[in-house]
Structures are given as C-alpha cells and as structure tokens.
C-alpha cells in the first residue's frame, strides 16, 4: 500500500510499513471487533459460506419456532410469510444440516 503526506509543503509518496499503517478494526454485522468475532472465519474471505451459513440459521429459527409453537406447514407458512413448499425446503434443509458436524454448531447458533 502507498501513501502520501505532505512536508514543507511538498507530497511524497511512500509504501506504508504496516506499523505505520492506521488500521480501525470496526468489525461487521456478526461482531463489533474483528479480533473478538465469534465465526471460525471472516465473512468477508468466503461470502457464500458467510451467506449460506445464515440463512441456514434463520432455517433452524423457523423449524425451532414450529416445534416450540407447534405449528403446522401451512401455519409456518403463513406466520413466516412464505409458501408451504419453502417450509418443506426449510425442513429439509436443516434435516440435513442437523446429519452434519458443521451443521451442528449452527443449530445451536441459531436457538
């Protein structure tokens, strides 16, 4: 990285050494601090997995609420606005998750 500053009136040009850099850790939406973020990587080095990860935890949301409520497909459906097949896919979707290690850990993320 270049930077410049300006002496005597005068802009140099010069690579910054990464002391010399002013890094403000402001963190994202998953943590305020990137050095006290709990996912076990950074969202922005893998967006899909970031994206795909939560959506999978608003899935275990949805199937965790018809299993408290004791909700019907069609009353998930209509409480979550969306249709009864997307509820089958939600279903599905954690069924698998819940198969997998990782999918584990995002259940628990998600209650």
């Known amino acids: 990285m270049t930077m410049t500053r300006v002496f005597d009136g005068k802009a140099e040009t010069y690579d910054a050494l990464p002391e ?19 996912l076990p990587q950074c969202k922005f080095d893998d967006p899909g997995w970031y994206q795909r990860n939560r959506r999978l935890a608003k899935d275990f949301q949805v199937m965790y609420a018809m299993e408290r409520e004791r909700l019907s497909v069609e009353e998930a459906a209509e409480r979550f606005s969306v249709t009864v097949r997307t509820i089958f896919r939600i279903l ?14 995002m259940s628990a993320l998600a209650a």
Do not use: H, K, M
Request: with cysteine; glycine share 6%.
């Open 92 to 105: 599905q979707r954690c069924r698998t998750a819940i198969a997998e290690p990782e999918g584990q850990e």
């Open 20 to 38: 010399f850099y002013r890094y403000e850790d402001t963190g994202c939406e998953a943590s305020d601090a990137c050095l006290n973020c709990p």
